[in-house]
């Protein structure tokens, strides 16, 4: 590495070249990417609590916070407050037990937990990279930290290349339609991103929908975007008004449309919002972007409204818009979003890795929302399997049953986000289900296997409550058939492999 490479780690980490050096060490000594976190420890500052607390608290994260399966932290601060009830001890604050966890030496809490050797490569999914950890990845830091100023360093090939190989596994699993948000553009990479993502589905024959994506405010105004990735407001809204021109096709079974989908409230000028929303309805095209992912207090703290309020105050909300996320919305803000008729793209898997809240889907359903599915980027899971993402998201609102106010929708439910749902999000009515008069959009699966012994009395339950855990036997779009037998018809799979391995080589890490 050279000592230009380091100077650019230093400017887009935003430290010094010194810290930039330290961290390179690190990592060469350690090994892993929790190498890299801030070991700072020890009880300075920590409200003191008698030793019989103390020990309760110590012993609960070791026995079972400290593990592969470790808990959420909501479930830690429950056993730990429990076990300190039971014995006649008043028990700890959230905040109390939270600081004692932190204390913990990180090494330790990496090795516990099986963390392997970091595999120094990047996988592509949806447009952007993926940095493993062995078999246990994690977030070690918060994500735009270490991820986006990789981004900001990936060509229009490895764009291409990434999104073929996301549409490749998504058309394995039996998905026909694909909506993606790209909102990375490095500006050494230029403005065809979008153009080359319509590239690669078009060579699949998979049905797509481009979510133009972008980002107008710098970080020296509170961005979490590295200011190469930076376009203004007219270079969004040009891009995305040449887009529509160009591919946007309204007509019923049309297999490419453009989404007008800013990045979120958080890192664009409202300006952005507001005449993203004009575009959008003036060439009547649907809206999208991200809300309720962490941001709410920034935004509430920027505008004085957390971010469902102020998106509909911008007149981003409606009938023709869907946000992605929402796991930190109330539920006042949920149905505010229902009665606009404002939809949801639920992405359940992000969960694993990320730890964030799992998404009150049942609130959701509850309150009349529109959801759809999704597998979310690469940032944060590690496939684009949306048939897995249907298991998971019914599995994970099991797990949370017993704490919800509302039931959990019956395994169907969760098979009609994956199709109708996210067709309608979609603004689509030609597609998300098997009729007369829809698109022939399909794909069959064998169930003559021992996988499936006892389940084909329910076959709509299949996959929400038993799960696939192999690729489809025949993905048919449009009425025709682009993967059966294993094989992408008419296609080399071991030489896209090859291609996009070779293109995302060329990454610098």
């Given at each position: 590495?050279?000592?230009?490479?380091?100077?650019?780690?230093?400017?887009?980490?935003?430290?010094?070249?010194?810290?930039?050096?330290?961290?390179?060490?690190?990592?060469?000594?350690?090994?892993?990417?929790?190498?890299?976190?801030?070991?700072?420890?020890?009880?300075?500052?920590?409200?003191?609590?008698?030793?019989?607390?103390?020990?309760?608290?110590?012993?609960?994260?070791?026995?079972?916070?400290?593990?592969?399966?470790?808990?959420?932290?909501?479930?830690?601060?429950?056993?730990?407050?429990?076990?300190?009830?039971?014995?006649?001890?008043?028990?700890?604050?959230?905040?109390?037990?939270?600081?004692?966890?932190?204390?913990?030496?990180?090494?330790?809490?990496?090795?516990?937990?099986?963390?392997?050797?970091?595999?120094?490569?990047?996988?592509?999914?949806?447009?952007?990279?993926?940095?493993?950890?062995?078999?246990?990845?994690?977030?070690?830091?918060?994500?735009?930290?270490l991820i986006y100023p990789i981004f900001s360093r990936l060509t229009e090939d490895c764009f291409y290349h990434a999104s073929l190989t996301a549409m490749a596994e998504l058309v394995k699993h039996g998905c026909t339609t694909a909506f993606d948000h790209q909102y990375c553009f490095p500006q050494h990479a230029g403005k065809r991103l979008i153009d080359r993502q319509f590239e690669a589905a078009d060579l699949l024959g998979m049905r797509f929908h481009a979510g133009r994506g972008g980002n107008t405010l710098p970080k020296s105004e509170g961005s979490t975007i590295p200011d190469a990735m930076l376009e203004t407001t007219d270079e969004f809204i040009a891009d995305c008004a040449r887009l529509i021109d160009t591919y946007h096709d309204a007509d019923p079974f049309s297999m490419r449309q453009v989404v007008v989908a800013p990045c979120q409230p958080v890192n664009c000028y409202r300006e952005t919002f507001v005449e993203s929303a004009a575009l959008?309805?003036?060439?009547?095209?649907?809206?999208?972007?991200?809300?309720?992912?962490?941001?709410?207090?920034?935004?509430?703290?920027?505008?004085?409204?957390?971010?469902?309020?102020?998106?509909?105050?911008?007149?981003?909300?409606?009938?023709?818009?869907?946000?992605?996320?929402?796991?930190?919305?109330?539920?006042?803000?949920?149905?505010?979003?229902?009665?606009?008729?404002?939809?949801?793209?639920?992405?359940?898997?992000?969960?694993?890795?990320?730890?964030?809240?799992?998404?009150?889907?049942?609130?959701?359903?509850?309150?009349?929302?529109?959801?759809?599915l999704g597998c979310d980027g690469a940032a944060s899971n590690d496939n684009s399997n949306l048939m897995h993402c249907v298991h998971s998201a019914y599995m994970l609102q099991c797990l949370k049953?017993?704490?919800?106010?509302?039931?959990?929708?019956?395994?169907?439910?969760?098979?009609?986000?994956?199709?109708?749902?996210?067709?309608?999000?979609?603004?689509?009515?030609?597609?998300?289900?098997?009729?007369?008069?829809?698109?022939?959009?399909?794909?069959?699966?064998?169930?003559?296997?021992?996988?499936?012994?006892?389940?084909?009395?329910?076959?709509?339950?299949?996959i929400a409550k038993v799960g696939i855990g192999m690729p489809t036997d025949m993905t048919m779009i449009n009425g025709r058939i682009v993967w059966a037998r294993g094989e992408f018809i008419g296609l080399d799979e071991a030489r896209l492999f090859a291609e996009a391995e070779a293109a995302l080589a060329t990454v610098e890490l």
């Open positions: 590495m050279t000592t230009a490479d380091v100077t650019l780690l230093a400017t887009e980490l935003e430290t010094s070249r010194a810290t930039a050096y330290r961290l390179i060490k690190l990592f060469r000594t350690g090994g892993t990417v929790m190498s890299l976190v801030d070991r700072k420890r020890g009880p300075e500052g920590h409200r003191a609590l008698d030793d019989r607390r103390e020990e309760i608290i110590r012993t609960t994260i070791n026995r079972y916070y400290l593990t592969r399966n470790r808990p959420a932290l909501s479930q830690l601060v429950r056993d730990v407050q429990t076990n300190c009830m039971s014995v006649g001890l008043k028990p700890p604050h959230r905040r109390t037990i939270k600081a004692r966890l932190e204390d913990i030496d990180l090494q330790k809490r990496a090795k516990r937990r099986g963390e392997t050797e970091i595999m120094k490569q990047t996988q592509a999914v949806p447009a952007l990279p993926i940095l493993l950890s062995g078999s246990n990845a994690r977030p070690v830091a918060r994500p735009e930290r959008a309805r003036d060439r009547g095209v649907q809206l999208h972007t991200h809300v309720g992912e962490g941001e709410s207090p920034v935004v509430e703290a920027r505008h004085g409204m957390r971010t469902v309020d102020y998106c509909a105050e911008l007149g981003f909300a409606g009938p023709d818009t869907f946000y992605a996320h929402c796991w930190e919305l109330t539920h006042d803000e949920l149905r505010t979003m229902a009665a606009s008729g404002t939809g949801v793209a639920h992405c359940p898997e992000p969960v694993y890795l990320v730890g964030a809240e799992v998404t009150d889907i049942p609130a959701m359903s509850a309150f009349g929302l529109r959801v759809g049953a017993s704490t919800r106010a509302h039931p959990v929708p019956p395994p169907v439910d969760f098979l009609d986000y994956a199709t109708a749902g996210g067709a309608a999000l979609l603004g689509r009515r030609d597609i998300g289900r098997l009729a007369r008069g829809m698109a022939a959009d399909l794909f069959a699966i064998d169930t003559r296997r021992m996988d499936f012994v006892g389940t084909r009395h329910d076959p709509l339950s299949l």
